[in-house]
């Protein structure tokens, strides 16, 4: 069965594993942890990427961020973000959901039911009319997965597409 938790410290081992795996930038994607120890993972950033959802002492620009992880029949699958609001520099830049899936169990259908599990969960969150999303021009997998989700294209850069997913 396919779920989606929430970052937790129950889960601290696959939730490590998942991001010392991940590469530094992938597509835009970007991961700080890549071959970070598990007692660090443990001690310095579960912590502080749990409290991403409730921002303590961040910058006036930090937007609150919740973390998710995929999980099928135990098994963790990918990684879900939601940012909590867009800013201006978010508008045109990354949005509200940044995600991927672990290399072995890509193109099975995961990006695509993943997301539309995080979109029921950022529509009530978030408090714009439309969910944001932005992707490489050249990242056929993550492009078709959101249009899959009913996106359309709302606006582009040289590289990157504009992808918008109204709430209704
Ligand atoms: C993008 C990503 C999350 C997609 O995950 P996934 O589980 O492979 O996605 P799905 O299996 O649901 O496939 C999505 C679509 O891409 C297609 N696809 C999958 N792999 C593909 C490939 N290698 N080449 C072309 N199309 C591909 C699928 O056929 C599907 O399209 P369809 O529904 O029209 O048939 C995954 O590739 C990933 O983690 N990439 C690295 C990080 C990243 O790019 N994140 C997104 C940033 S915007």
Do not use: C
Request: proline share 4%.
């Amino acid at each position: 069965m396919l779920e989606l938790r929430k970052m937790n410290y129950e889960d601290v081992l696959e939730q490590w594993e998942y991001v010392t795996t991940l590469p530094a930038n992938e597509n835009g994607l970007t991961n700080n942890y890549e071959g970070v120890s598990f007692d660090e993972y443990k001690e310095r950033v579960l912590p502080e990427l749990m409290m991403h959802e409730n921002p303590v002492n961040m910058p006036d620009w930090f937007v609150p961020e919740t973390f998710y992880y995929l999980w099928d029949d135990g098994i963790l699958i990918g990684e879900f973000r939601i940012r909590h609001r867009l800013t201006e520099a978010l508008k045109t830049g990354a949005g509200h959901i940044g995600y991927s899936i672990k290399k072995e169990y890509r193109g099975n259908g995961y990006g695509t039911k993943g997301l539309a599990m995080t979109l029921e969960l950022a529509k009530a969150i978030v408090p714009e009319e439309e969910i944001y999303l932005r992707v490489q021009k050249d990242n056929i997998p993550s492009f078709r997965a959101i249009i899959a989700n009913g996106a359309y294209i709302a606006g582009e850069d040289e590289a990157h597409y504009l992808m918008r997913i109204s709430k209704e």
